[in-house]
């Protein structure tokens, strides 16, 4: 019988903006040279110092809206009076090379995974307090107080979707917290049930 390759992770990250997603995600990258970046798009003004087609796609309602009527989307959310979506092929395709995919998106997108995609791995990652979330985004002087309020209100209610998700990261500690992310790829890339290829290598070798 002809190997079948093992496709890649699709590990779905959320949590609010100053939770050190960003920095967590770039970690795995460094630890993981199989690790991709999904780049979203957002109808959103890029802020100081983002980069189209690295940051987010930044593009206008209108085209957004055309290409969720083509079905381009893995899945998308409506966050602050903007869209953000993760665009469907270019994902697919990395999955099918075998290689991992991250993907930093919020709760609403997450679930929209979840159900087309049932072997993703989804991941939490939170600040250890309100307080301390309050914090750090006033810190980060990127957002107005306005946004910052919405921001912590739609934190308090994400929290009570907790349980979908497979894993909770309380990012107290960045190191700590990076150190719990690698062990979950980890484990996540030894479970039998992905490992077709490997199951049939190791059958062969015995
Ligand atoms: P920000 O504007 O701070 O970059 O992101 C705001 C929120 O949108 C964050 O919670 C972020 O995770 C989420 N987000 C970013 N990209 C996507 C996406 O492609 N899909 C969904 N559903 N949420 C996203």
């Known amino acids: 019988m002809k190997d079948m ?13 100053g939770a050190g997603k960003g920095t967590i995600c770039e970690a795995l990258r460094k630890n993981f040279p199989n690790v991709n970046y999904s780049i979203s798009m957002t109808t959103r003004q890029p802020r ?11 593009t206008s309602a209108s085209e957004f809206e055309t290409l969720l009527k083509k079905q381009a989307f893995l899945e998308y959310a409506k966050v602050y009076d903007h869209y953000y979506g993760t665009p469907k092929e270019h994902v697919y395709g990395l999955l099918a090379q075998g290689k991992h995919v991250l993907l930093e998106i919020d709760i609403q997108g997450a679930m929209q995974v979840r159900a087309q995609y049932p ?5 939490y990652i939170v600040p250890p307090s309100l307080d301390i979330l309050a914090k750090r985004l ?17 934190t308090k ?11 909770l990261i309380i990012n107290n500690d960045l190191s700590q917290a990076i150190k719990e992310a690698i062990a979950i790829v980890q484990a996540e890339q030894c479970k039998v049930i992905r490992l077709q290829e490997k199951r049939e290598k190791i059958l062969n070798a015995y």
């Open 5 to 17: 390759a093992d496709t890649g992770l699709l590990i779905v990250f959320s949590g609010p903006s």
């Open 48 to 58: 100081v110092g983002e980069k189209d087609g690295v940051d987010y796609y930044f």
């Open 119 to 123: 072997n993703c791995v989804c991941i």
């Open 138 to 154: 006033r810190e980060r002087h990127t957002d107005t107080e306005e946004v910052i309020c919405k921001r912590l209100h739609k």
């Open 157 to 167: 209610e994400e929290l009570q979707w907790i349980s979908k998700y497979d894993y």
